[in-house]
T-cell receptor, first 114, second 114 residues
Framework: DGGITQSPKYLFRKEGQNVTLSCEQN?????MYWYRQDPGQGLRLIYY???????QKGDIAEGYSVSREKKESFPLTVTSAQKNPTAFYLC?????????????FGEGSWLTVV | DQQVKQNSPSLSVQEGRISILNCDYT??????FLWYKKYPAEGPTFLIS?????DKNEDGRFTVFLNKSAKHLSLHIVPSQPGDSAVYFC?????????????FGQGTILTVHP
């Protein structure tokens, strides 16, 4: 089945540690994204990548890093510099249509700092 | 600066009736609009989209209306079903270099009562 796979689903991190969230897609989409959702809020863009070996900061990139070495993979590292990392993280990829890009999401990863 | 707003945090509807979810935006550069449905601890699911060159788009029970002059869009669900109970997000993107970068509203919790 085609789709976007995020792992792990639940992750606990100690303060001061870096942690990496995995995202793999087999939809052959060029663009990939990382969003963050906090309780009662909408989704906010962390980073996005339009092609391999290229990525841009979104609205809340501070404390995060990404890489895009393969078309299928877009891992997100939450560094110790991220002040409030506890959140629900969503990876996505998109395909262009005649009018715009429709973004499809993975199932999400819960990160809790303990 | 909230460029996409969903002013109703929640909406309660009887099964079989119409659900109307509203969304306002401020950025006149937005030209592609999407609605997503989200269950707790899951990724959002794409429902329907509309380009700014249209004022209406239908897909089964879902219809999206766009009023560009008012910078307002709405999602109509007819008839509403208990399985429609979820959080609904509207999202918008601008063309050109924005390339699929979506700006989301805060979401509206829809509850459909049997």
């Amino acid at each position: 089945d085609g789709g976007i796979t995020q792992s792990p689903k639940y992750l606990f991190r100690k303060e001061g540690q870096n942690v990496t969230l995995s995202c793999e897609q087999n939809l052959n989409h060029d663009a990939m994204y990382w969003y963050r959702q906090d309780p009662g809020q909408g989704l906010r863009l962390i980073y996005y990548s339009q092609i391999v070996n290229d990525f841009q900061k979104g609205d809340i990139a501070e404390g995060y890093s990404v890489s895009r070495e393969k078309k299928e993979s877009f891992p997100l590292t939450v560094t110790s510099a991220q002040k409030n990392p506890t959140a629900f993280y969503l990876c996505a990829s998109s395909i262009g249509t005649e009018f715009g890009n429709t973004i499809y999401f993975g199932e999400g990863s819960w990160l809790t700092v303990v | 600066d909230q460029q996409v707003k969903q002013n109703s945090p929640s909406l309660s509807v009887q099964e079989g009736r119409i659900s109307i979810l509203n969304c306002d935006y401020t950025n006149s550069m937005f030209d592609y609009f999407l609605w997503y449905k989200k269950y707790p601890a899951e990724g959002p699911t794409f429902l329907i989209s509309i380009s700014s060159i249209k004022d209406k788009n239908e897909d089964g029970r879902f219809t999206v209306f766009l009023n560009k002059s008012a910078k307002h869009l709405s999602l109509h669900i007819v008839p509403s079903q208990p399985g429609d109970s979820a959080v609904y997000f509207c999202a918008a993107s601008a063309g050109g270099t924005s390339y699929g970068k979506l700006t989301f509203g805060q979401g509206t919790i829809l509850t459909v009562h049997p």
